[in-house]
């Protein structure tokens, strides 16, 4: 197929958010915003269908039944088989038909062959590299390689929340930024939350000594950390120093503790096994 579209699933409700807006006060949005997909392509394939948001929740039912009613393939991955998504969510009971569409239209194969090559990489990996140079980077370089599904986009930069932040390397839902492009300017909470829900795994390079003047930096860097272990991205660090040395003393002693806590806790198998929130 010419016509085809492989994208992670939360970019994939962005978009059919941001084509709604643009045929608001239309009537049967979401049936205009189906055909403009159905003019596009004719295999829509999801990494990581899971739904967790009511508002994703609600529409599914109409823009799948829109899309399939105008011959559009729906090929997923999923860590949930159809019966399971969006399970104890709120009005799930209008969630049901997306469900049942889904089961239609689709083959449900379980491909479960024992192994999570992702967990195994990750396993794998060492995820705290320092001291920084050649080699880390070299690290780095071949973690990213191993865990991105397709082929590398490399120094591109990303969009955030309507603003461009410079990006190493991307390949749909796994990353590679720069300390300073995430952690050294006008970046916000809300940079964070939306960095978390997007990719599964993210790699920071170059962290440096924080403490003393860097406590802007240092901030931004425990919010950042708070943001993606509470939806349990996986993330893999260089770093100047050992975990233990990151934090050298200031205002944020106290924060920074729990940061430390944090990062010991997100390279345990426990925690790499935990499936990602997006």
Known sequence: FKRKMRVHFHRFMQRVHKELKNVKGEKNPLNLVAKKFASETRVICFDEFFV????????????????FKRGVTLVCTSNIAPDGLYKDGLQRARFLPAIALVKKYTDVVNVDGGVDYRLRSLEQADLYYTPLGEEADTSLRRSFDTLAVEAGKHSKSM????????????????????????CDGPRS???????????????ISNVPVLGGERDDQSRRFVNMI?????????????AAVPIT??????????????????????????????QHKS
């Open 159 to 182: 969009e955030i929340n309507g603003r461009k932040i410079p990006a190493q390397a991307h390949a749909n839902d796994v990353v590679w930024f720069d300390f300073k492009d995430v």
């Open 226 to 238: 708070d943001e993606f272990y509470d939806r349990s991205v996986k993330v893999i660090i260089s």
């Open 52 to 67: 967790s948001d009511i508002g994703d929740a609600m529409i599914l039912a109409t823009l799948m039944d829109g899309l």
């Open 245 to 274: 040395e990151l934090y050298t003393g200031g205002r944020l002693s106290f924060e920074f503790e729990r940061t430390e806590s944090r990062l010991l806790e997100m390279q345990s198998q426990e925690y790499l096994e935990t």
């Open 189 to 203: 909470q809300n940079d964070y939350i939306e960095m978390a829900r997007q990719f599964h795994a993210i790699i």
